[in-house]
Nanobody
């Protein structure tokens, strides 16, 4: 059974840092492109960062230079290091991927990140 479990969220002051983790089971993360997606209150979900099977990464413009996505194939986990956090980064953050042949998507339960003084 495919499972994604996020952790590491919390309340942090502006300018602070958090490291989110996504523990995966039931599949091998190195076989797929893995994403971090966030959803702020009243807004649609947006793709924040992607790490491809090749190891290349991409980011939404608003987090470039502040966030870093990485993976540990041995631990079957994906991470999102978030630095210089801003109030507009407040959202529920989800780990996500899809099977390329069927398009079926998988989501974790999400972890809340709140950036506030």
């Amino acid at each position: 059974e495919v499972q994604l479990v996020e952790s590491g969220g919390g309340l942090v002051q502006p300018g602070g840092s958090l490291r989110l983790s996504c523990a995966a089971s039931g599949f091998t993360i190195g076989t797929y492109d893995m994403n971090w997606v966030r959803q702020a209150p009243g807004k649609e979900r947006e793709l924040v960062a992607k790490i491809r099977r090749t190891g290349s990464t991409s980011y939404i413009d608003s987090v470039k230079g502040r966030f870093t996505i990485s993976r540990d194939n041995a631990k079957n986990a994906v991470y999102l290091q978030m630095n210089s956090l801003k109030p507009e980064d407040t959202a529920v953050y989800y780990c996500n991927f899809r099977f390329p042949w069927s398009g079926k998507e998988f989501w974790g339960q999400g972890t809340q990140v709140t950036v506030s003084a």
